[in-house]
C-alpha cells in the first residue's frame, strides 16, 4: 500500500515539475524579440533627381616650390661673415656666408714656396744631366716632387673656394641655421633656399576622376587667397600608384609671375571640366551600399522596398550620379537599413 502511494505521489510530483516547466518556457518565448516580416519598418527617402553634370569640379591641393635645397658647408670652419638674412631673395652665385679660410691660405703659400723651389731645382737638374754631372734618378724625383706639390696646391686652392658658400640658383631665404661665429660641420645647412618663381600644385584625385586628368592638360588654378585671379598651370605628373584608399597624386606647374603672389604652402583649387554633356540621374551618398564594384540601392514601391543594381557613374561627397538603374521621380532609402531586407514593408514621414 505505501508503496502504490509513493508511486501515485512520485507521478503527481513528476506532473507538476512538467508543468512548471512549461509555464517557464511560455514566459521566457514571450520575452524573446521576434522580427515581425509583416512589420513596417520606419525609414526616410529621397527622391531620384535629375541633374545637370555639365558644371565644373574644383579640387583643391597645395602649392609646392619648384625647387627647394638646404645649401650646405662643404668644409668645417668658422663663419666669419653671413651675407643674408630671412626672406632675403638671392640671385645665383650670391654670396651666403664665408668660413675662415687663413690657415688654408697659410699652407697654400707654403707649398707655393716649395713650388718655385722645385722648379729651380729640376732648372738646374737639367743641365747638370745632359752635362753627366749627375744621374737622371735625381732629376725624375725632383719632377715628381714638382707634380706632387702643384697637385696639393690644386687641392688647398679647392678646399679656400669652398669656403666660400654661394647661391646655387635663384631664390628666397626661407630658413637660416647658423649665425656669424659659429662654427660648422661639414655637410651642416647653412640656409634653406626656396626658389617660388614657379610652383607645383599637388592634388589628390581618386581614382573615379583620374581619367579626367592627362599629362600636358592645361588648366585653370586659384587660391583661397585670391580668389578673384586664376593663374594657367599644366599636368606636368599623374601619379602611377595610388594610396590605399585609391587616390592618385597629380602635379599642376603653375608660373608665379605676378609679383610672386602665389606662396610654397599655400592652399590652390584647381577647375576641370568634367565633360559630362548630359544630364543624369542623382541620388545621395548615403543610400549606396553594397560594394564599389556592386552598387546597389533600395527603391520604396508601393509600401515595399526592393534591392535594385545600380550604375555609378561618378560621385562626390555630396551624391551619385547614376548612369543605370534608376529613374527620375523613384525614390530611394536613405537610412534605416538595419532591419530591411527585399520585400520589407515600410514606412516614412
Known amino acids: 500500500m505505501k508503496k ?29 524579440y521576434r522580427f515581425d516580416n509583416q512589420q513596417e519598418v520606419l525609414i526616410t527617402i529621397d527622391t531620384v533627381k535629375l541633374k545637370d553634370l555639365s558644371s565644373e569640379k574644383r579640387y583643391p591641393g597645395i602649392f609646392e616650390p619648384n625647387r627647394e635645397v638646404k645649401v650646405m658647408a662643404d668644409l ?80 688647398l686652392q679647392e678646399q679656400i673656394n669652398r669656403t666660400t658658400i654661394r647661391a646655387p640658383f635663384d631664390g628666397i631665404v626661407t630658413q637660416k641655421f647658423t649665425e656669424v661665429g659659429a662654427v660648422v660641420a661639414m655637410s651642416m645647412p647653412i640656409i634653406q633656399l626656396t626658389d617660388i618663381s614657379s610652383l607645383k600644385l599637388n592634388l589628390t584625385i581618386p581614382e573615379s576622376d583620374l581619367r579626367d586628368f592627362q599629362v600636358g592638360q592645361q588648366l585653370s588654378v586659384s587660391s583661397d587667397i585670391y580668389p578673384d585671379l586664376f593663374f594657367p598651370g599644366n ?41 559630362h554633356n548630359q544630364s543624369l540621374p542623382t541620388i545621395p551618398v548615403k543610400a549606396l551600399f553594397g560594394s564599389s564594384l556592386h552598387q546597389q540601392v533600395y527603391v520604396v514601391e508601393q509600401g515595399k522596398v526592393t534591392i535594385r543594381d545600380i550604375e555609378v557613374d561618378f560621385q562626390n561627397t555630396d551624391f551619385s550620379a547614376v548612369s543605370a538603374g534608376l529613374r527620375p521621380g523613384e525614390i530611394v532609402v536613405t537610412s534605416g537599413f538595419i532591419n530591411l531586407k527585399n520585400g520589407s514593408n515600410v514606412k516614412y514621414k
Open 76 to 155: 668645417s670652419g668658422k663663419v666669419i661673415r653671413m651675407n643674408v638674412d630671412l626672406g632675403d631673395y638671392l640671385r645665383t652665385g650670391a654670396l651666403v656666408a664665408q668660413l675662415d679660410n687663413e690657415l688654408l691660405k697659410l699652407q697654400l703659400e707654403g707649398i707655393q714656396v716649395q713650388i718655385a723651389g722645385y722648379e729651380k731645382d729640376v732648372d738646374r737638374y737639367r743641365i747638370l744631366v745632359e752635362a753627366e754631372a749627375i744621374q737622371a734618378i735625381q732629376l725624375e724625383k725632383t719632377e715628381l716632387a714638382l707634380q706632387s706639390a702643384l697637385v696639393q696646391q690644386k687641392t
Open 235 to 275: 599636368i606636368v605628373m599623374v601619379g602611377s600608384r595610388g594610396d590605399a584608399s585609391h587616390n592618385f597624386l597629380v602635379q599642376i606647374k603653375i608660373v608665379n609671375t605676378r609679383d610672386r603672389l602665389l606662396k610654397a604652402g599655400m592652399f590652390g583649387w584647381v577647375t576641370v571640366n568634367k565633360g
Open 4 to 32: 502504490a502511494i509513493y508511486i501515485v505521489v512520485s507521478i503527481a510530483l513528476l506532473a507538476i515539475l512538467v508543468i512548471w516547466l512549461a509555464l517557464n518556457k511560455r514566459k521566457v518565448e514571450a520575452k524573446v
